[in-house]
T-cell receptor, first 115, second 113 residues
């Protein structure tokens, strides 16, 4: 079955440290890839997306993600986290271009920031 | 401001009492969807709609109904709520293309006692 895996349920980093959140998917073709962030009490907000072209994409709030076809991964990174980055992060994948290809979400990674 | 608006934000009800959670978007989006979010289970799709008068079941449709009489509105109806429907609910919309990102509402926290 098609799936999106975020192997880390919780991650804790110190403010100012670098961050990498992992995402792997189980599709053969190049899917459409997304990262969303959910702050407490809020809905999900799009951080960035990848469809084609340059495999390193930039998003809002200083985040970036790199698509690696050979590893079926789309990891999210930030060079230096801020306390306001504490939130839950969701990787999402649309498997292909067919109209009935639905978006599939990972189960999320909750990011905790130490002062 | 482009947004998806859900109401109410919080709702406590009793088993069997019909309720409706409203969702409205002002972006002229064709696609709308309802999700529920539960700890450890992530986001699960309840129903979605590709356009007016077109609705389809998602992964967990049992116990829910939806309607799409107008493009902007997509209410979620629980005819006879049960405690296992206690959850955080999100409405989302998009242009409907596979590369179109979803825009989410701020959520409705429902408690059924």
């Amino acid at each position: 079955a098609q799936s999106v895996t975020q192997p880390d349920i919780h991650i804790t980093v110190s403010e100012g440290a670098s961050l990498e959140l992992r995402c792997n998917y189980s599709y053969g073709a190049t899917p459409y890839l997304f990262w969303y962030v959910q702050s407490p009490g809020q809905g999900l907000q799009l951080l960035l997306k990848y469809f084609s072209g340059d495999t390193l994409v930039q998003g809002i709030k200083g985040f970036e993600a790199e698509f690696k076809r050979s590893q079926s991964s789309f990891n999210l990174r930030k060079p230096s986290v801020h306390w306001s980055d504490a939130a839950e992060y969701f990787c999402a994948v649309v498997p292909g271009v067919n109209r009935d290809d639905k978006i599939i979400f990972g189960k999320g990674t909750r990011l905790h920031i130490l002062p | 401001e482009a947004q998806v608006t859900q109401n109410p934000r919080y709702l406590i009800t009793v088993t069997g009492k019909k309720l409706t959670v409203t969702c409205s978007q002002n972006m002229n989006h064709e696609y709308m969807s309802w999700y529920r979010q539960d700890p450890g289970l992530g986001l699960r799709q309840i129903y979605y709609s590709m356009n007016v008068e077109v609705t389809d079941k998602g992964d967990v449709p049992e116990g829910y109904k939806v309607s799409r009489k107008e493009k902007r509105n997509f209410p979620l109806i629980l005819e006879s709520p049960s405690p296992n429907q206690t959850s955080l609910y999100f409405c989302a919309s998009s242009l409907g293309l596979n590369n179109s990102p979803l825009h989410f509402g701020n959520g409705t926290r429902l408690t059924v006692t």
